[in-house]
């Protein structure tokens, strides 16, 4: 082979070799991307919705909740990521994706939703039939998306105002069990004392008793004499 050719050839493998490095790296650039992107839209998401944080919508199987949690927390795993958020957007996560299993916390992160549906109805004026609920466009569902955090935020609030509430009630109850037990010691601490000092009023009463007779007899005693 000519040395021309030789030369071309060496070239041609060192840019195959170069566009093989760029292309890796430009790969893996993109997947640094889109874990970021994704720890980012993680981080953004409004934490009492699961599945806003999940990036789902809401009534969906099961399995496409398992397979969902699957892909992402495997693309954000902090062990494959230099996010500095990494770590708290996969607690978010798993997070989100336990509350959609629980059988408890689903239903009533459902109920808030349908309830905040509702509510942008009655604010839009329109019913159940319109055009724009039975086919959503991109404001009615930013709306309702909205809403949803509007409900979930005021269920909070009045979960805890009844916790506070419980608690006060729950501390006048343990204040007058206090105050009872209080009682009780001080009776019972009277009954003792009352208890010890036994003897001694018997004795104090049967030395005024035999005063009492002493004193009649010397009466009695007086009267004859001058009799």
Do not use: C
């Not at 993109?30 to 809401?58: C, G, H, T, W």
């Not at 795993?77 to 916390?105: I, M």
């Not at 006060?168 to 105050?179: I, L, M, S, Y």
């Amino acid at each position: 082979m000519a040395e021309p050719e030789k030369d071309l050839e060496k070239l041609s493998k060192e840019q195959e070799k170069e566009d093989a490095a760029f292309l890796a790296n430009l790969e893996k650039e993109s997947k640094e991307f889109d874990k970021d992107s994704e720890i980012d839209r993680i981080m953004k998401a409004f934490r009492a919705n699961s599945y806003d944080v999940l990036d789902l919508q809401p009534g969906v199987p099961d399995d496409d909740i398992k397979k969902t949690y699957r892909k992402k927390s495997l693309l954000i795993h902090p062990d494959k990521s230099t996010n500095p958020y990494a770590q708290e957007a996969f607690d978010r996560l798993a997070k989100a994706y336990q509350a959609l299993l629980d059988e408890k916390k689903r239903p009533i992160l459902d109920e808030a939703i349908a309830d905040a549906r509702m509510l942008l109805i009655r604010e839009r004026k329109l019913t159940t039939d319109s055009d724009e609920v039975k086919d959503p466009d991109v404001d009615f569902m930013k709306a309702w998306k909205d809403k949803v955090k509007f409900v979930l935020a005021d269920n909070e609030a009045r979960k805890q105002r009844q916790l506070k509430a419980q608690m006060r009630e729950e501390g006048r109850q343990q204040q007058k069990e206090e105050e009872e037990i209080a009682e009780r010691k001080r009776k019972r601490e009277h009954e003792q004392e009352w208890e010890k000092t036994r003897d001694q009023r018997i004795g104090s009463w049967r030395n005024f008793q035999k005063n009492q007779k002493g004193g009649e007899k010397g009466k009695k005693k007086k009267m004859k004499t001058l009799g």
